[in-house]
């Protein structure tokens, strides 16, 4: 019974370590789909211009492209190989800003991905891909020029601090997808392999072990 009982003592601490490093396999992760929910925080001529309506969020008012947002989301591990930044947007009325850019931030670099409001209109909400490793610019860190498999733990929507245009935009939709993959959806979290090894080899272990005290 002691055996049985450690057997299943292991199992559970295994489990919950694997769990604790759950990796987001082949599903779409969603980082903020703005219903009602805007951003932590908004700096530069973005401060106080922010709407939060009720399927989006409006950049408006004073906002040009000195100017931007951030917010802090649980950690995403994902493969920047395979995956894709999705964010849907549209312009709003009165927008003079050429570009906006989305930073996602890792243990300890910036990531930027620029995108021209010239493939936006004013009418339809409008998805723009970009692979997550043909990032436009790179923030100051100590870190390689990759993502750290810690994972992302904040991103933002800003101007591109090239001038003083006015910005205005309507953000829809931002997410990670498997490249190729189909539209937002929420995120399935799928134990690591190594974490379902190590659980197969402990309990196999105490397997041989209770068998070789009971001879």
Known sequence: MRT??????????????????????????????????????????????????????????????SGGSYDNIAAIFVDPATYELRITARLGGGNIANHFNVLLHDADENFGY???????????????????????????????????????????LQ??????????????NLDLEVEGGGGPGGAVPEPTTAGLVGMGIVLIACCRRKISHGK
């Open 114 to 156: 620029q995108f021209n409001t010239s493939a936006l209109n004013t009418s339809t909400f409008t998805t723009l891909t970009r692979s997550l490793d043909s990032w436009t610019f790179r923030g100051a860190g100590s870190g390689s020029p990759t993502f750290d498999t810690t994972g992302i733990d904040q991103y933002s």
């Open 159 to 172: 101007g591109d601090y090239s001038s003083s245009d006015a910005l205005r935009i309507q953000f829809d």
């Open 4 to 65: 049985c009982s450690h057997i299943s003592s292991t199992a559970i601490l295994i489990l919950v370590f694997t769990v604790g490093i759950t990796q987001f396999v082949g599903a779409a992760v969603l980082i903020n789909n703005f219903n009602s929910n805007g951003m932590e925080g908004y700096y530069g001529s973005w401060s106080g211009a922010d709407t939060e309506e009720a399927t989006y969020l409006d950049i408006g008012a004073s906002a040009t492209e």
